[in-house]
């Protein structure tokens, strides 16, 4: 057990609409959204410890250990299984923060899967998500591993068919945090709720993420990257914001997009993917 090690990525979504239904009491959202893998990954190590420590071996500039929530996913699998076990953990960084692509969910979720897995707690998928949720609203669809309609605050999900095809992502250069954007006096929250029966026709048909308004005006570099990518097709924002997408059919007609992109702005094409790459992790 000691010294095993496992690589796994863990990749990034996209909204591929969003819809704010309502508030709990908790103050928490409901919403409405489609989530969409796509083949932009972190990268995560993890090598098994026999001493019970749990560590990360490189450390983010200014994030202490205790909100790191590797760290945190790492913690919690051991004291909600009791193993003995401890892991060292390296995260490669590949995903933008702020960027309402999920990868800080997506690394809970992922050190989750793969602790399970190393330290042979046996935990269900549905465990996992349950478990999950307590780190973050976003991080049982990673662990659910699918395509997914999502109501709740994003953890009530059903698998969808969604269309096989290329993103044109493009990150505006602001990092927006979440709350941000969840608190605003601006943000609606009485969008009609509508039937999961139906997507996919939701992705091209002029959907759209109620958090964008709000993105915008206090974001306007937001804006200017919808504005420039309207130009190809239907650009939406990702989750509460910054990054930015358009779907294209064919992988040609994105890498033209691509080619165009101003400097100013990091961008890159991203895959439709069926499923988390490490899906396979999880045996019920
Ligand atoms: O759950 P997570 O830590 O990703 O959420 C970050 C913040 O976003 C929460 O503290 C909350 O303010 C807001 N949020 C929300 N409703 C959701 C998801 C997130 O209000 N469904």
Redesign the pocket.
Known sequence: MSGTLLHCPAPAKLNLFLHVTGRRAD???L?QSAFQLIDRCDNLDFVSRDDGVIRRTNQIAGVPEDSDLIVRAARLLQSHTGSQYGADLTLHKILPMGGGLGGG?SDAATTLMALNHLWQCGLSRQELMELGLRL???VPFFLFGRNAFAEG??EILQEIETPDCWYVVIEPGVQIP??AI??SKDLTRDTKPVKMSVFPSAATNNWKNDLQTVAVTLFPQVDEVINWLKNFGDARMTGSGSCVFCAFFDENSANEVLKQVPDRWASWKAQAMKQHPMYHLVQT
């Open positions: 103050g928490y959202h919403l969910s973050g609203a976003d605050v994003g979440t709350p969840f608190s």
